[in-house]
T-cell receptor, first 113, second 112 residues
Framework: EDQVTQSPEALRLQEGESSSLNCSYTVSGLRGLFWYRQDPGKGPEFLFTLYSAGEEKEKERLKATLTKKESFLHITAPKPEDSATYLCAVQPINAGNNRKLIWGLGTSLAVNP | EAQVTQNPRYLITVTGKKLTVTCSQNMNHEYMSWYRQDPGLGLRQIYYSMNVEVTDKGDVPEGYKVSRKEKRNFPLILESPSPNQTSLYFC???????????FGQGTRLTVV
């Protein structure tokens, strides 16, 4: 069964303390992996799409990487405004016309000043 | 500004009273979908639409209806809401199912 697991469920960091969030997935084949950020009471906001193992993408303090079994979202020197829930979603190759995404439950990140 | 607009943002209703949540996007996107988000269950797709007049069921379609008469609008209809439909609902749009999705601000629905 296709599955996406994110860890940790929650993470609290001090401002400037770098860390990584994990998204591990089990699918028969990967079409793409998506990272979104969700602020409380708001809709998810797109961050990155990764398509193949070894691929990396960066945006400000965030860097996403992909292997054949997992993706990491590295946060370098985080600031309080990086506090949010980070969602990972996987699109299997056999997702059909809908290209349905399988969503993880997210990692809730809190960055203390 | 590119955006997906949902209304209302908050809604409290009673069991069985029909309601509609509207969704409109201004990006000329072909693909639109509705999700519900529940603690411990994450985002689950309710319905999706590949284009005007083309809609299909997602993972949890029971109790919901949708229509896509215009490209920009994709309303979600609850004909007879029940308490188990209390949830946070999101509308999303994108050029295609496998591209960046833009989400609305969400509708928090409570059915009593």
């Amino acid at each position: 069964e296709d599955q996406v697991t994110q860890s940790p469920e929650a993470l609290r960091l001090q401002e400037g303390e770098s860390s990584s969030l994990n998204c591990s997935y089990t699918v028969s084949g990967l079409r793409g992996l998506f990272w979104y950020r969700q602020d409380p009471g708001k809709g998810p906001e797109f961050l990155f799409t990764l398509y193949s193992a070894g691929e990396e993408k960066e945006k400000e303090r965030l860097k996403a990487t992909l292997t054949k079994k997992e993706s990491f979202l590295h946060i370098t020197a985080p600031k309080p405004e990086d506090s949010a829930t980070y969602l990972c979603a996987v699109q299997p190759i056999n997702a059909g016309n809908n290209r349905k995404l399988i969503w993880g439950l997210g990692t809730s990140l809190a960055v203390n000043p | 500004e590119a955006q997906v607009t949902q209304n209302p943002r908050y809604l409290i209703t009673v069991t069985g009273k029909k309601l509609t949540v509207t969704c409109s996007q201004n990006m000329n996107h072909e693909y639109m979908s509705w999700y519900r988000q529940d603690p411990g269950l994450g985002l689950r797709q309710i319905y999706y639409s590949m284009n005007v007049e083309v809609t299909d069921k997602g993972d949890v379609p029971e109790g919901y209806k949708v229509s896509r008469k215009e490209k920009r609008n994709f309303p979600l209809i609850l004909e007879s809401p029940s308490p188990n439909q209390t949830s946070l609902y999101f509308c999303a749009s994108s050029w295609a199912p496998n591209t960046e999705a833009f989400f609305g601000q969400g509708t928090r629905l409570t059915v009593v």
